[in-house]
């Protein structure tokens, strides 16, 4: 079975760190553009970040830059999420979302905002997704 599981999340106080880590099952995801989206209740999943295949080119929305750092282990089969100084918005639903490259070249960086916005209706793997509480 091909899939994505994600780990890491729990619970933090505001300011504290996590790092959520997503690891492919039945394929590899050095092909995949990997986005972490989130849900936190009663508001419209968002996607948070997003790392490009094959070059890993990244992008934040503008609440994740500075605080957020999206990278990906292509030996250990894994994309993570590190994410600082957690603030209470920040709580919610994370989920690990996979799109394969289907082209031979590679994206350039004003077109990764659009495939971070294309991935939430479209993508081949969409994990669970650990919950993320920020609370004191």
């Known amino acids: 079975e091909q899939l994505v599981v994600e780990s890491g999340g729990g619970l933090v106080q505001p300011g504290g760190s996590l790092r959520l880590s997503c690891v492919a099952s039945?394929?590899?995801?050095?092909?995949?553009?990997i986005a972490w989206f989130r849900q936190a209740p009663g508001e419209e999943r968002e996607g948070v970040s997003i790392i490009s295949s094959p070059d890993s080119r990244t992008y934040y929305i503008d609440s994740a830059k500075g605080r957020f750092t999206i990278s990906r282990d292509n030996a250990k089969n894994t994309v993570y999420l590190q994410m600082h100084a957690l603030k209470n918005e920040g709580a919610a639903v994370y989920y690990c979302?996979?799109?394969?490259?289907?082209?031979?070249?590679?994206?350039?960086?004003?077109?990764?905002?659009?495939?971070?916005?294309?991935?939430?209706?479209?993508?081949?793997?969409w994990g669970q997704g650990p919950q993320v509480t920020v609370s004191a």
């Open positions: 979302v996979a799109v394969l490259h289907r082209r031979r070249a590679s994206l350039p960086p004003a077109q990764l905002p659009v495939v971070l916005l294309v991935m939430r209706t479209q993508s081949d793997y």
């Open positions: 039945g394929f590899t995801l050095d092909r995949y553009h």
